[in-house]
């Protein structure tokens, strides 16, 4: 290509003035395009963290149970038994805008090939999404595609999609959110990392082949939408989850030999991102022969090979001496095998094709000198106490508003797209259980996973909705009988560049920490997506928290279906804490106040207590408390188990509405009623006795209101049938 080297095309790359210097000074001269190329997407927002890891590295990333933190491919942590979880969470938001159904599938995509280049078997998969304006054409349209997206992809690969979350708002109207997690089990002796090592090892390319879509994929990511969007189509990736479940067999059984150094991922910027990630991790060079790249597009150039972002593509290192058994084995699985170069004792990569070297940089530069920036940032004002507020809504009538309006409604369209129970070990489906509950095959454990974060906690106030989010995730899987272990966590903001959004993410990684910390419930992994801004507007922020714990027998695990002659028991303090809550938004067209303080210590103190009543056999049904509150709370309760309420607490709307923190609704039988108060009594905890379940087809409230379940269904289950019909 005869394009001009110059910091015109390196700003167009991505590149800022001091960044385009740099590379200049490091290379001695003026980089040829392809090694512009290597730089922009190495040294892009996406790829290098340049405003992010001087906050990440305050993230507490130990523990005795973890093996591994951030900097491998995916965290992992030991569950007992020799096994380890391996899991993490990551963005595909901009192409899931401009491309939904490729941009959502290719995320699910690239996050199993995440986990499973660790040597893991994927077990499940989650997601947490959040969308436009309702009202909105583009909204349903992004909607449509992403949901068939996720589906269409992890429905063919063969793993369970069995939980997550979907929220809306006009923040995300040009810019949604599509999040992807994935957990993995493999054994603890048998995890696999990404250092390259061995010189004169080959390097082998395995695979679908390559092709020109993707490229500049990660540079785009690390950029603001603007009109012109709509035309960034080519940076969208293809997936096909055929051939990544052929990819997924053939790297697992070729991990059951002893032929693997090390194996990488062809993820954000694909063969550059992994051949230099590998060779940097382990202190070597690498050269590469991109003539034996195998293509599905002529006339390829160097730079195009480099930076494509086709899909289901891994890069491994191998024994000379085990490369004919590690090429049968991916033959066999019908994948390409092409040896595309090998290790040196260089410290540089170098690039050649038809004979020319397009590229030649030294690693440790393009690694050490990689931007880091601390940028400016200010704290979000404190938002302004709520004043006295109109209560006097009819508990039915807000109650049937709340559970009708789009961030509360049930997600039965989606979730019925998604395979949740391929495999056979799914033990709690969405909508059964405040975490998702997986067996693992030819055991009784299980892991209990979810995803959670309230956005508009975050905006008010980044170091409450950072707490918030993880501790959600903790007592979501707490409420199930499981004990958190770790988390992942996927950081979505705004422009970093703007000193209001800097803050809002210093602060968030502020909460988030704190929460950790008290909870003892470190992050393994994670991924961090800025510039969600379209034409100057940013999204809410959201700092979406994944979270794995573990229950030692899955028959123990308790969803949040009751049956009828239980007493219902309300465990935690309860203020009626209405600020940022979705009845002030939904009942009174209000999106101001605080939001609820998150007290870590009551957090740790109810939820230690409710997990071992439930061990103990107690605790029968058990559903946190968290988005519209213990009204909201009873009625999923009702829904989920088909189970009629008789409700006996007195309150006004805050009691009922309100979004108090590290609570839970328990329903147990009335022989251990007693018994149970007392020993909240007795360690510090409230316990009121606010109802009990009832074989009459209704939910009928301390008033004598009577809602009928059909009703309480129909308000329910109406919005995603209506507004795709």
Known sequence: MSTEINFALAKSFGLNEAEWSKVNEIMGRTPSLTELGIFSVMWSEHCSYKSSRVWLKELPTKAPWVIHGPGENAGVIDIG?????????????????????????????????????????????????RFGDPSLPVTKRVVDGVVRGIGGYGNCVGVPTVGGEVNFHPSYNGNPLVNAMTVGIAKTDKIFLS??????????????????????????????????????????????????????????????????????????????????????????????????????????????????????????????????????????????????????????????????????????????????????WVETPKPAPLGPLDLTTPLDQALLTLIASPDLCSRRWIFDQYDSTVGGQTVKRPAQADAAIVRLEDSQRALAITTDVTPRYCVADPFEGGKQAVAETWRNITATG?????????????????????????????????????????????????????????????????????????????????????????????????????????????????????????????GDFVRAQIQAGTIQACHDIADGGLLVALAEIALASNTGLALTAQGDGGFWFGEDQARYVAALAPAALAGFQAAAQAAGIPAQHIGRTVTENKLTLPNGIAISLPQLRDAHEGFFPAWFA
């Open 81 to 129: 038994d020799g096994l380890a979880a391996i899991f993490k969470m990551e963005s595909h938001n901009h192409p899931s805008f401009i491309e939904p159904y490729q941009g959502a599938a290719t995320g699910v995509g690239g996050i199993l090939r995440d986990v499973f280049t660790m040597g893991a078997r994927p077990i499940a998969n989650l997601n947490a999404l």
């Open 195 to 376: 250092a390259a090592a061995g010189i004169g090892n080959p390097v082998v390319y395995v695979g679908s082949k390559t092709g020109r879509d993707g490229i500049h994929g990660a540079t785009m990511a690390s950029t603001e939408f603007d009109a012109s969007s709509e035309e960034k189509r080519p940076t969208v990736q293809v997936g096909d989850p055929f051939t990544e479940k052929l990819l997924i067999e053939a790297c697992l059984e070729l991990m059951q030999t002893d032929a693997i150094v090390a194996i990488q991922d062809m993820g954000a910027a694909g063969l550059t991102s992994s051949s230099v990630e590998m060779a940097g991790k382990g202190g070597v060079g690498i050269e590469l022969i991109l003539d034996n790249v195998p293509q599905r597009e002529t006339g390829m150039t160097a730079y195009e090979m480099m930076l494509s972002e086709s899909q289901e593509r891994m890069l491994l290192i191998l024994k000379p001496e085990r490369r004919d058994m590690a090429r049968a084995i991916i033959e066999k699985w019908d994948l390409d095998y092409a040896e595309i170069g090998h290790i040196t004792d260089t410290g540089r990569i170098v690039v050649k094709h038809n004979g020319v070297t397009e590229a030649d940089i030294p690693l440790d530069p393009l690694a050490e000198a990689a931007p880091l920036y601390r940028r400016p």
């Open 482 to 606: 499981a004990k958190p272990l770790a988390i992942t966590d996927n950081m979505n903001f705004g422009n970093p560049e703007k000193p209001e959004i800097m803050g809002q993410f210093a602060t968030c990684i502020q909460g988030m920490k704190q929460a950790c910390e008290a909870l003892d419930y470190p992050v393994v992994s994670g991924n961090v997506s800025l510039y969600n801004e379209t034409e100057g507007r940013p999204i809410l922020p959201t700092p979406a928290i994944g979270g794995v714990g573990v229950l030692d027998n899955a028959a123990q695990a308790v969803g949040y279906a009751a049956a009828p002659g239980l007493e219902l028991v309300l465990i935690g303090e309860t203020h009626g804490h209405l600020g940022r809550s979705l009845y002030l938004r939904e009942i009174l067209g209000r999106e101001d106040g605080p939001p609820p303080p998150v007290d870590l210590a009551a957090e740790r103190r109810n």
